[in-house]
């Protein structure tokens, strides 16, 4: 469906838009209709006797001293004709669209006239296509513009004259000149007077035909906002008699591209709809993830082009269809809300650091953005029973993480990237993988005896060595343990010594016992 059209104007012409701005809106809001720029060559696009005038083309490119329409409008008029019924899925002119042709009205109204004509009420869809082609027939006096068409309807058909309480007067001009056109519309259709009437009533049903991507929902809440079958939203700014439909079809509308104010509109009934527009109507099974409440849910609706018209839940959802709209829940949440450990992010690190010192390990992208990416790889198959964000914390996540490794690739990596190295005291170190090179972090007199520094990933890369006091604070960084005993650690010993008089402070480290303790055990 296109997007519902801009009504607005150039000054003088919003009744006009009704009908004739329908391709306005691929100008954007406010562009002021035929008046935002140098005047073509014909008054709308597209006019039916020109598109299809010889050999029926919708090419505008074959069509006479016609100026270029831009794509977007080519585009939006394209799929509002097919959905009229003027054009077949491959752009050509139905036998629909030629009886269009033939009415030469605007396409809107035309397809209205002969779905009309179908069902009795031609002499009333006559009437409507002659208020929308003239500017506004009635004045507003007092307390606002009543946007209900069948006020016009009654002014048309009835007297010049309407009940005081709409607070409307009468545009005796445009009446009179509305009340010609909807004459010669009858005599064209070859109707005589009195034949195919109607009541005013089913003039909803009417402009729903014209409209069809007008087609309105009241949105739940007290406000006047209602959902169109177009996509967009649109709602009454002040109070209308008709903002307490629950359905209504939007004629005029602003140039709002998200949410329009409705100027004028006629009631509908869900009946209406399920009556003339079934073969529109499509029933759809949505299971998907509620970003508000954090939960999956699955719903049947049952759906008018981008309008639901009405959603029950579905008890009965296969579990990978669940799994999957909890995924997507963790898309858009992020990965933090899965239950991380210390652990698992630090078998992340351990998994970086191989894929930079050993890029031909095969070791899997554990980053965020990688993980985000294959969601549906690694984590879908232990989403199952899992549909909202508390139930997270019962994942398994460590499971779906190493799963990621065969046992052999698991085998290689406690290998290649250990968490602990044991040291010459016989302690078992953590080895911290959190910045660009691991990092060791011990105290100095666990490490006597000590001359070659530790290495990983196959003897590639050496740790860097924190050594640190008996309080546990660093007191040298080094890749060289050789070259520290050699060189600096005298003067390390020396302030050491002052600090910790109890420990253990050999002239000799290479020859010394390491210890955890404060002194070696004799």
Known sequence: MPPPISARAAPGDRRRG???GLWAEARGPGAGGLFARPKPRMPTWP????????GGSANPTKWPGWTRPPAAALTQARELLTELGALDQDGGLTVHGRAMN???????????????????????????????SERDVLRAERGGRDGDIRLRLDALRGGDGLDPRHGQGVDRGALARARQSA?????RLGLRMGEQECDARECGVLLAFAYPDRIAKRRPGGEPRYALSGGRGAFFQDHEPLAAQDWLVAVELDGDKREARIFLAAAL????IDAHFAESIRI???VGWDRRDEVVTAARRTCLFALTLEERRLDKVAPDALAAAMAEGVRQMGLACLPWTDELQKFRRRLAFLRRHDAEGGWPDLSD??????????????????????????????????????????????????????????????????????????RLQEMFGCADTPRIAGDRVPVLMHLL??????????RDLASFWANAYHAVKADLKGQYPKHWWPDDPMQAEPTARAKPRR
């Open 47 to 54: 006019p039916f006797p020109w598109t299809w005038r010889n």
């Open 284 to 286: 759809e099974d949505k």
């Open 469 to 478: 006091s008996p309080a546990r604070r660093p007191v040298q960084v080094t």
């Open 369 to 442: 953005q990688a993980l985000l990416d294959t969601l549906d790889q690694w984590l879908l198959p232990y989403l199952t029973g899992i549909t909202r964000r508390a139930h997270l914390q019962k994942l398994d996540l460590n499971a779906a993480l190493r799963g990621l490794l065969d046992w052999q690739a698991d085998k290689r990596l406690d290998e290649m990237a250990p968490t602990h190295i044991s040291v010459p005291s016989g302690s078992r170190v953590p080895i911290d993988y959190d910045g660009d090179e691991p990092v060791l972090a011990v």
């Open 269 to 272: 009934t869900r009946a209406d």
């Open 102 to 132: 033939r009415l030469s009205m605007h396409p809107r109204l035309a397809h209205m006239v002969l779905r009309a004509r179908d069902m009795g009420a031609a002499g009333l869809a006559c009437d409507i296509a002659a208020l929308l």
């Open 183 to 187: 004459k010669d519309w009858r005599r």
């Open 18 to 20: 009704c009908a004739g």
